[in-house]
């Protein structure tokens, strides 16, 4: 029985774990859950999630949520996953989820909080929010100046002294991409002091290819609509695409 993946490609972890499962070989049915229209919030998906939130996979009788766990299962579960991306090696595991465990309180909520109050948020009906945008802003600075200077450590290609990606790289890398959705001055100001932050997205594009453009296509999609509105000086009042902040 394949594994059924519950996920809206503008989600970030949703598009981790679908890379994931294609780039390792696991045959899964893929769900969509168009956040924007709140299916998330329907009974049926809550009977599968209580907590209504994407990614969620079920797998025979386990119903898992949150992507960092899935990633770990989907990691241990299927032979076919290169031991890379979740290392046997205990102390090389319990160093990935260093990383995992500080992404969720510093570069997450950066990223996604700067995107979505400086940018994305008329999109979904809501409105722009400049003081919350510099908050998350300057949490996302931090977060970018901590990246390039502790977890991408001399000339590895890869977090932690790798040389390989493991499933944290793949969690950070897609959070970071949503930042294609910014003005290209503001990207700019973000990573020009970060140049091993972008060695490090692009390897880990590469080494998951073409998978990882694929499944990013939706947010390159939205990133054309957000430069459309800004070329015309206008905004959208409703949802234009499929998100997940």
């Known amino acids: 029985m394949k594994v059924k993946v519950y996920a809206d490609r ?48 079920v797998d025979g ?13 989907l990691s241990s579960a299927f032979p076919s996953v290169a031991d890379h991306w979740y290392p046997n090696d205990l102390s090389k595991r319990a160093k990935i989820h260093s990383v995992l465990d500080w992404h969720h309180t510093n570069l997450r909520p950066g990223a996604a909080g700067y995107v979505m109050n400086s940018v994305l948020a008329p999109f979904l009906g809501g409105s722009l929010d400049s003081k919350a945008a510099a908050e998350a802003e300057q949490i996302l600075t931090k977060s970018l100046s901590t990246l390039e200077t502790f977890w991408l450590k001399g000339n590895a290609k890869f977090l932690l002294g790798s040389n390989q ?81």
Request: net charge positive; charged share 30%; proline share 6%.
């Open 165 to 245: 990606p493991s499933i944290a790289d793949l969690s950070l890398v897609c959070e970071l991409v949503q930042l294609q959705v910014l003005d290209e001055k503001d990207r700019l100001r973000l990573f020009t002091p970060c140049k091993k932050v972008e060695e490090w997205i692009e390897n880990t594009r590469k080494a998951t290819q073409p998978h990882f453009d694929v499944v990013h296509k939706t947010l390159y999609g939205a990133k054309d609509k957000v430069e459309k509105q800004r070329k015309m000086g206008t905004t959208v009042s409703k949802p234009a695409f499929q998100s997940k902040m």
């Open 61 to 73: 009788r386990l119903k898992l949520f949150e992507s960092h766990a899935i990633l770990i299962y």
């Open 10 to 57: 503008m989600s970030q972890p949703s598009r981790a774990v679908i890379i994931f499962c294609k780039v390792n070989g696991i045959e899964f049915d893929e769900v969509l859950i168009i956040l924007a229209k709140r299916q998330q919030l329907s009974p049926e998906f809550k009977e599968i999630n209580p907590l209504g939130k994407v990614p969620t996979i």
